[in-house]
């Protein structure tokens, strides 16, 4: 009688398979590559991931989020930074991380993976790839880790190139180019007095990238183009959202490496990274004519890693993002409380990492986020980071 494949699998990965350590995710593979292994013949399997402990200590206000993530919503500013309560220690291990990967002899690629940052399991990818083809949840395509500068800080520095999140998409690549079109996120809103108007996704949006490096230097330029529209069946109107960015990694010496990003969006929302509230800008407004008016505004980042030797660094780096408000302030009645709207964040931290053992990696931090408001408040909060990620 003929064995399932099942079977054959179980027997095949209890006994037969080789396990190795793959580089760099330290992930653990799983080769099939016994001549009379005929069903699992030349796939690959890949279990990836992470266990890792974040502690905060927010001096001032408590800005934290799982992860141990500040929060720019959470910042104090104007009055309510006087007397404010202070002193607020917190720690989880909900950034933990596990994933599986699949290569099969045909060049398949198929990725699955997911988090815990809200304390249950959420998808974070999804998706498959053949001949430069991949369909699925992946990192969007205007997005890019080149200029990323190295923080314990889970979601980054305001500037970052790009949108920084996972999205729906297909998407093409060959060689350095790639170009996709990908569900649009929608973390922010369109601003109404109307309560019947609501932005609505007609489109997708469309996205194109060129990312290498020459010698020393790494580079990404990426561009998107949207449509931002609202119909209430009796009213509408649209307009065209779009953005570019571009980001360099600069390996300065063996010891010095050098990040720079600088990103201009108009059409806001999570393209123009941790601006608005904590993660996007409102994309725009409807004014008394029924009009789209797009809200613009740009982001920069820039900092410097050195390398002590041994496992050893020094991070440092300042980003920010500012948001023209100027428009809407102007045609929007006050009832719109465009002068509350956080114009400028800013974020800047130094940290200290080491890695004792191959797999292990810690670090200490020290950051300052800082928001200034169209109507001139401000607000600020410092905090320390300490984390310990043991990677497989």
Same mark, same amino acid.
């Not at 009688?1 to 054959?8: A, D, G, H, V």
């Not at 779009?242 to 990103?263: E, H, I, W």
């Given at each position: 009688?003929?064995?399932?494949?099942?079977?054959?699998s179980i027997q095949?990965?209890?006994?037969?398979?080789?396990?190795?350590i793959a580089s760099p995710a330290s992930a653990m593979k799983i080769l099939g590559d016994a001549d009379h292994m005929t069903n699992l013949k030349g796939y690959e399997i890949e279990v990836y991931g992470y266990a890792r402990l974040n502690a905060s200590y927010d001096i001032e206000e408590d800005i934290s989020e799982p992860t141990r993530a500040g929060d720019f919503s959470k910042i104090n500013t104007g009055a309510d930074e006087i007397n404010e309560a202070t002193g607020y220690f917190g720690a989880d291990a909900t950034q933990s991380r596990l994933g599986v990967k699949a290569t099969l002899?045909?060049?398949?690629?198929?990725?699955?993976?997911?988090?815990?940052?809200?304390?249950?399991?959420?998808l974070r990818h999804a998706y498959g790839e053949y001949k430069g083809v991949m369909a699925g949840q992946n990192w969007s395509n205007y997005n890019s880790f080149v200029g990323?500068?190295?923080?314990?800080?889970? =979601?980054?520095?305001?500037?970052?190139? @790009?949108?920084?999140?996972?999205?729906?998409? #297909?998407?093409?690549? $060959? /060689?350095?180019?790639?170009?996709?079109?990908?569900?649009p996120f929608n973390f922010a809103s369109l601003i109404a007095t109307d309560p019947d108007i609501e932005q609505k996704t007609s489109l997708p949006i469309a996205t194109a990238r060129l990312e290498d490096s020459a010698g020393a230097i790494s580079y990404s330029t990426a561009a998107f183009v949207r449509q931002i529209d609202y119909d209430t069946g009796t009213?509408?109107?649209?307009?065209?959202?779009?953005?570019?960015?571009?980001?360099?990694?600069?390996?300065?010496?063996?010891?010095?490496?050098?990040?720079?990003?600088?990103?201009y969006v108009n059409g806001g929302d999570i393209y123009l990274?941790?601006?608005? =509230?904590?993660?996007?800008?409102?994309? @725009?407004?409807?004014?008394?004519?029924?009009? #789209?008016?797009?809200? $613009? /505004?740009?982001?920069?980042?820039?900092?410097?890693?050195?390398?002590?030797?041994?496992?050893?660094?020094?991070?440092?780096?300042?980003?920010?993002?500012?948001?023209?408000?100027?428009?809407?302030l102007r045609d929007l009645p006050g009832s719109a409380d465009i002068g509350n709207k956080q114009e400028t964040n800013t974020m800047a931290m130094i940290?200290?990492?080491?890695?004792?053992?191959?797999?292990?990696?810690?670090?200490?931090?020290?950051?300052?986020?800082?928001?200034?408001?169209?109507?001139?408040?401000?607000?600020?909060?410092?905090?320390?980071?300490?984390?310990?990620?043991?990677?497989?």
């Open positions: 009688m003929k064995r399932s494949k099942l079977r054959t095949a990965a209890t006994s037969l398979l080789v396990f190795g002899p045909q060049g398949v690629k198929i990725v699955v993976e997911g988090g815990f940052r809200y304390g249950n399991l959420r990323f500068i190295p923080t314990l800080e889970f =979601d980054g520095m305001p500037g970052n190139a @790009g949108s920084q999140f996972r999205t729906s998409q #297909v998407r093409y690549t $060959s /060689g350095p180019v790639s170009v996709s079109l990908e569900q009213q509408d109107d649209s307009a065209i959202g779009y953005g570019a960015f571009g980001a360099l990694t600069f390996a300065a010496s063996d010891t010095v490496t050098l990040y720079g990003v600088f990103n990274y941790r601006s608005g =509230d904590n993660y996007a800008v409102d994309y @725009g407004y409807v004014n008394s004519s029924g009009s #789209v008016e797009l809200i $613009s /505004g740009y982001g920069a980042s820039a900092g410097a890693s050195f390398d002590l030797g041994g496992g050893r660094s020094i991070n440092t780096g300042v980003g920010m993002v500012e948001v023209d408000w100027d428009d809407a940290n200290y990492q080491w890695s004792p053992a191959k797999a292990v990696t810690m670090g200490v931090e020290y950051s300052y986020f800082m928001v200034d408001e169209v109507d001139g408040d401000d607000g600020d909060a410092s905090r320390l980071m300490f984390a310990a990620q043991y990677n497989f």
